[in-house]
C-alpha cells in the first residue's frame, strides 16, 4: 500500500471509463406473449443516439436502424420514446424528424405512422389492446406557440385525431385493457407535474370519447401520477394528499378512489418527480397483485402487494433506485434499477427468488473489483447556517477509499460537495461511478439533498418555495459544517459542483458563503434568473413561481428578489476559482447566460474558466465531450482543493 496525499492517487476508475463504459438505460417494455423484452439505451459513442434493443431467448439485438434515434423532445426533457403493440412490432418517435413510426424487429422493415414535422413532436404513445391501429399519444406542436394535446393516430390513415386539448400539459395518455375507456393527466401553469395534476378517463369508441370525468387532483394542492390500469379495469394511480404519493384504485363502476392503506407504508413516496415522461414504478402481474416502488429518505424498494388484503411482503431485493418498471410475467418483471454496489442495470427478476435473476444490460461493463468502492451512507444533519434553521437537511456520503493507498497520518480529506439538479429531484444511494471517481482519488464525497428534494415527501419538498438559492445552498454549508465538526473533511478544502439548478446552487453559493468554498464548478449552470424566465421553454416557464415568489408578490418585489437571487448581480463576492463547463446549443440555460457571468467574476479580480462544448445541449451526450468535460473537473479541483 502507497503512502500518498489525498486527491492525488491513482484509480482504474478514469474519465475514458465514465465517458465511453456508461450507458444511459432509459425505457423498458415487454412485449408479454412472446416474453421480449425491449429497452432503449443512449449510445455516447454514437453521438448520442438511443437505440432499441430487443432481449429474447435468442439473444440480445440491436433492432432499431441506424439511421434512427429513438428520442423525443416533447417538455423538452422527453422520454417515453415507444410502445410496444399488441402483435410485436414497435411504435417509436424518431429525434431527428420528429415522425412516428412503426418497426418490426424481425425485419427491421420501418413504416411511417404520421407526416414528418419538425414543428410537431410525439411521446408518450399506448395502443389499443384490441384495434391496434390506433394509438394514443401526447403531442407538442411548435408554432407561433407551443400547444400540448392527447391525440389518437389512426395507423391505417396516418391521421391524428384530438382526443384532449386545452390544458397546458398532458401526461400518461392510456387505453384500458378492455378498450373501451381512457385516461389521461392534466394540468395548467403555473403547476408542476408535482405541485398540482388532475386525472381524467373517458368512455371511448372508434376514435371519439366520452364526456371526461375528473377522478382526482387539485391545482397547486394535489399531485397525480402515474394512472395505470389493472388487468381487471381497476385503474391505479399515487396522489400525494397525504403528504406522501400513496397508492389509490378507482374500482371499475365506481365513482370514488380509495386509498390502498398499506400499513407501514403511510410515509412513503410511491413515484417520484415527472420530470421527464414514461415513469413507471408500479405495475399490476395479475388481477390481485401489484408490484410497487417506494422511496424513503431518497432509498428505493421493491414490494409485492396484495391488493384484496391490502397487505405487502418485501422480498428483499437490493435495489436502492428504481427507473422502470416492466412486466413479464404473473411471477416476472423487468425492472431498470440500481444497488448499493452495482450501477444501473436491466434486470429480469422473479418475483419469489432474486438469486434467479438475469442482468439483461449493465449501464457499465466494469473489470474493477468491488474492493475499490466506497461505502455509501444516508446521513442527516442540523440546519446550522442561514436564517432557517428548523430540522434537518440530508445528504448521500461517502469518504476518500482506495485499497493501494492511505493518507499521511493526521491528514483529513478535502471534500466535494455535489448539488443536484432540479431543484426538484434528489440523488439516491446506489452505485454511482462519478462519486466513486472522486472518492478513489482520495476525496470525500457529499451529495447533498437539500430542502425541496423529492424523496422525503411533500412538506420537504414545498419547504423550498420562495427560499429558492437561499435554503438549498444554506443546506449545502450546513452539511459541510456537519462533515467538519465531525472530523470527516478539512475544512479548509471544500470544493462544490453541479449542473443545470445544481450549477445555480453553486454559483449562489460561492457568492452567499465564500469563506467556505476553495473552488466550485458549475455545468450549465443559471447565473441571472431573469434571463432564464425571459429564454427558457414552455414547460419550465412558470417552475419557478413558487420557488421564487409568495402569493401577491408584486412586480417589482419580483424583480427585486430576481435580482437578489442571481448569481450574476453579485458575482463580485466570488472569492473562490470558478469552472464554468458549457453546451454551445443549450436551450435551456444559453451559453450567453456563461459568458456574462465570466465577464463579471474577470471585472471583479476573480479566477475563472471557461469551457464551451460544440453542439451539447442542455446535458452532455457525446462521449469526447463527456470525457473532456471530467478531465477539466479533474484538474480544477487538484488544483484548487490538493495544491497540484
Known amino acids: 500500500m502507497k503512502t500518498a496525499s489525498y486527491g492525488t492517487w491513482e484509480s482504474p476508475i478514469t474519465a475514458d471509463l465514465l465517458s465511453a463504459g456508461e450507458t444511459p438505460l432509459l425505457e423498458v417494455k415487454v412485449h408479454e406473449p412472446s416474453g421480449k423484452i425491449y ?44 410502445a410496444v403493440s399488441p402483435d410485436g412490432h414497435l411504435v417509436f418517435s424518431d429525434w431527428g424528424t420528429c415522425g412516428v413510426f412503426s418497426l418490426d424487429p424481425a425485419s427491421g422493415e420501418v413504416q411511417p405512422l404520421t407526416k414528418p414535422d ?14 391496434p391501429n390506433w394509438i394514443l399519444a401526447i403531442q407538442e406542436e411548435h408554432h407561433d406557440t407551443v400547444e400540448n394535446s392527447v391525440v389518437a393516430i389512426d395507423s391505417s390513415s396516418k391521421t391524428v385525431h384530438p382526443v384532449a386539448r386545452g390544458a397546458t400539459f398532458y401526461n400518461h395518455p392510456q387505453f384500458s385493457p378492455q378498450g373501451d375507456r381512457v385516461c389521461w393527466i392534466q394540468w395548467d401553469h403555473p403547476d408542476m407535474p408535482w405541485t398540482g395534476t388532475t386525472l381524467f378517463t373517458a368512455e371511448w369508441q372508434d376514435g371519439k370519447i366520452g364526456s371526461p370525468r375528473n377522478i382526482a387532483g387539485q391545482p397547486g394542492l394535489e399531485s397525480i401520477v402515474q394512472p395505470r390500469w389493472g388487468l381487471d379495469g381497476t385503474l391505479f394511480f399515487s396522489s400525494d394528499r397525504s403528504g406522501y404519493w400513496q397508492l389509490y384504485r378507482l374500482g371499475e363502476g365506481t365513482l370514488n378512489a380509495q386509498p390502498l392503506r398499506l400499513k407501514g407504508l403511510e410515509d412513503a413516496d410511491f413515484a417520484g418527480n415527472e420530470f421527464a415522461l414514461g415513469s413507471c414504478t408500479h405495475i399490476p402481474l395479475s388481477a390481485n397483485i401489484l408490484l410497487a416502488a417506494f422511496q424513503k429518505n ?17 422480498p428483499g431485493f437490493p435495489f436502492v433506485d428504481v427507473h422502470r418498471l416492466a412486466k413479464v410475467s404473473e411471477t416476472r418483471f423487468a425492472v431498470i434499477g440500481t444497488t448499493r454496489d452495482k450501477p444501473t442495470a436491466l434486470y429480469q427478476v422473479d418475483i419469489d427468488d432474486f438469486s434467479s435473476h438475469q ?30 434553521k428548523d430540522g434537518n437537511a440530508y445528504a448521500i456520503y461517502s469518504s476518500p477509499h482506495n485499497p493501494d493507498y492511505r493518507a499521511q497520518s493526521g491528514v483529513l480529506p478535502p471534500l466535494v460537495v455535489e448539488l443536484h ?16 471517481y472522486w472518492t478513489s482519488r482520495g476525496y470525500a464525497y457529499a451529495s447533498v439533498n437539500y430542502a425541496g428534494s423529492t424523496g422525503y415527501g411533500r412538506a420537504y419538498r414545498d419547504l423550498l418555495n420562495g427560499k429558492w438559492g437561499i435554503l438549498d445552498v444554506a443546506d449545502a454549508a450546513s452539511c459541510v459544517a456537519h462533515l467538519s465538526a465531525t472530523s470527516k473533511v478539512d475544512s479548509s478544502r471544500i470544493g462544490i459542483c453541479g ?20 473552488g466550485g464548478i458549475s455545468t450549465y449552470g443559471i447565473s441571472s434568473l431573469k434571463a432564464l424566465l425571459e429564454d427558457t421553454h414552455k414547460y419550465e416557464s412558470h417552475y419557478m413561481d413558487a420557488l421564487l415568489f409568495k402569493d401577491a408578490t408584486s412586480v417589482e418585489e419580483q424583480e427585486q428578489i430576481l435580482h437578489n437571487r442571481s448569481p450574476l448581480s453579485h458575482a463580485g463576492y466570488i472569492t473562490a476559482p470558478v469552472l464554468l463547463l458549457q453546451g454551445t ?20 479580480g476573480g479566477k475563472v474558466k471557461v469551457v464551451m462544448f460544440e453542439g451539447e445541449g442542455h446535458g452532455f451526450r457525446q462521449k469526447q465531450n463527456i470525457k473532456d468535460s471530467l478531465d477539466e473537473e479533474e484538474k480544477w479541483f487538484r488544483a484548487t482543493l490538493v495544491g497540484e
Not at 433492432?63 to 426533457?77: C, M
Open 39 to 82: 429497452h432503449i439505451e443512449g449510445r455516447p459513442a454514437e453521438n448520442g443516439r438511443s437505440c432499441i434493443v430487443e432481449h429474447s431467448n435468442e439473444g440480445n439485438k440491436d433492432v432499431l436502424p441506424s439511421r434512427f434515434d429513438a428520442r423525443t423532445g416533447v417538455h423538452e426533457y422527453g422520454g417515453a420514446a415507444f
Open 118 to 131: 419538425s414543428k410537431v413532436r410525439f411521446a408518450s404513445f399506448h395502443i389499443h389492446p384490441t384495434s
Open 298 to 314: 431518497a432509498t428505493s424498494n421493491v414490494v409485492v402487494i396484495d391488493i384484496e388484503t391490502e397487505s405487502w411482503r418485501d
Open 359 to 388: 442482468i439483461l444490460k449493465s449501464s457499465a461493463d466494469l473489470d474493477i473489483p468491488d474492493s475499490l468502492y466506497s461505502s455509501i451512507e444516508h446521513i442527516s444533519f442540523p440546519r446550522v447556517i442561514g436564517g432557517y
Open 421 to 436: 439538479g432540479g431543484p426538484t429531484h434528489h440523488v439516491n444511494p446506489g452505485l454511482s461511478l462519478k462519486s466513486q
Open 499 to 518: 449542473k443545470s439548478s445544481g450549477g445555480y446552487g453553486v454559483l449562489q453559493a460561492l457568492c452567499d458563503h465564500p469563506k467556505i468554498w476553495a
Open 585 to 604: 446549443e443549450d436551450k435551456v440555460v444559453p451559453p450567453s447566460q456563461t459568458k456574462e457571468m465570466e465577464k463579471k467574476i474577470l471585472e471583479n
